[in-house]
């Protein structure tokens, strides 16, 4: 994709096709290795590309013209043993793009829950979830198993410890995007210290980077860590 130019701004899904020379497809109902009049085949319009994904080919869209005759023919009825045979294709570009494609194009994040920013009291829980998408809606590739979201701690005795969400444990994958993230944020005292941990005494408030490690190659190692937003809270 070049800086600048906007293929399909709805989805950034790209479509191409790829022609070749050859004969129309057809079911060998009787196995004789050729077409026989009465066999059902894929009779085929000229090759266009179908960039705007309505299923039909509209007067600005490219075509190749086959035959010549300055337009684009449709379906002729006719099994066609010699022509155009053609496919279309579409390829979903999805997760960060370049630096250059980048402008003003961010990850998508959207808080469910809490509505509020959490107050967490003493020893307790505050459950966290969130959408996030690529910067088209799309979800971000996740071809690794240490793919995931994750805290940045601001120092080496955090306020909250985030853990795997108790009602379904972490990442869930929903298709289309975007992808439903859940995680838990517990105050970080521990219940079974002895003596036990004293509260804090008054509310202290909690700032949380969310991080989440997208990897569209393990092969190549072509991870990317996003910083998706921070959760503020309170402890009491």
């Known amino acids: ?30 196995n004789n290795g050729k077409y026989d009049s009465g066999e059902p085949w894929d009779d085929l ?52 793009p370049h630096a250059k494609d980048a402008i003003g194009a961010e990850p998508v994040m959207r808080i469910i829950k809490p509505a509020a920013p959490p107050n967490i009291t003493h020893y307790g829980y505050a459950d966290v979830e969130f959408l996030i998408a690529d910067p088209w809606f799309n979800t971000m590739a996740q071809n ?28 869930l994958f929903t298709y289309p995007s975007p992808t439903y993230v859940a995680f838990t944020l517990k105050d970080a005292h521990n219940p079974f210290n002895v003596p036990p941990d004293p509260a804090y005494g008054s509310p ?15 092969n190549q190692g072509y991870v990317v860590n996003v910083v998706i937003s921070s959760i503020t809270g309170t402890v009491l």
């Not at 399909?8 to 022609?19: E, F, G, K, T």
């Not at 240490?146 to 853990?163: F, K």
């Open 1 to 30: 994709i070049r800086p600048g130019i906007t293929l399909n701004p709805r989805d950034n899904l790209v479509s191409m096709i790829a022609v070749t020379t050859g004969e129309e497809g057809f079911d060998d109902v009787n």
């Open 204 to 218: 202290l408030g909690f700032s949380v980077p969310i991080v989440c490690t997208t990897t569209s190659s393990p």
């Open 45 to 96: 319009t000229e090759p266009f590309v179908d960039a705007n994904d309505n299923g039909t080919w509209d007067p600005d869209e490219r075509y190749v013209d086959t035959n010549g005759n300055g337009r684009l023919d449709g379906k002729n009825l006719i099994f066609d043993s010699s022509t155009l045979i053609w496919v279309n294709e579409r390829l979903l570009w999805t997760g960060m």
């Open 144 to 171: 690794s198993d240490s793919d995931g979201c994750h805290t940045v701690e601001a120092s080496d005795r955090p306020l909250v410890n985030m853990l795997p969400s108790k009602a379904n444990g972490g990442w």
